[in-house]
């Protein structure tokens, strides 16, 4: 189960480049149900996610490159392409700083993954957290991928 609050960006937290980045890119095979397909640096994987906004099932499959690239020809709509900043918030709460490139950009992106709906919803974010969307689908990646 993933249990996460989703949210706007006001402004970058300092010393962005102190935190470790990932390079992503991601495309979907379908939008409901989202199965999506990932390059995250060097590991590619397969996700199918249920329905849902701030709670829903996520099953991930590894696949190697080749396969990866494969179904890259199958998506549907644009390959969305981000870095991902992994900045911890307090010994348990990582964000997540998702920062578009391409014609997605500027857009940015925060999420924070939670052990239960209990604690997402007793969540204080941060300062530079802005307007919480976690229950907006038009910021999940499946829907941006369509626009």
């Given at each position: ?58 099953y991930n499959l590894p696949l190697d490159d080749k396969s990866y690239e494969h ?5 549907d709509g644009r390959l969305i392409k981000k870095k991902r900043y992994m900045i ?60």
């Open positions: 189960m993933e249990i996460e609050r989703k949210y706007l960006v006001l402004h970058l937290p300092g010393l962005l480049e102190s935190y470790p980045c990932r390079i992503l890119e991601q495309g979907y095979l379908n939008t409901s149900p989202v199965v999506r397909i990932r390059r995250d640096n060097d590991r590619y994987e397969l996700t199918y996610k249920s329905a849902g906004l701030m709670s829903r099932q996520e179904l890259l020809t199958k998506i911890p918030l307090s010994s348990a709460l990582t964000a997540e700083l998702d920062i578009f490139e391409g014609d997605l950009a500027p857009l940015m992106l925060v999420e924070v993954e939670f052990d239960s709906e209990d604690a997402a919803n007793s969540f204080s974010p941060p300062d530079w957290f802005g307007e919480d969307v976690t229950f907006s689908g038009k910021y999940h990646n499946s829907y941006l991928s369509t626009l």
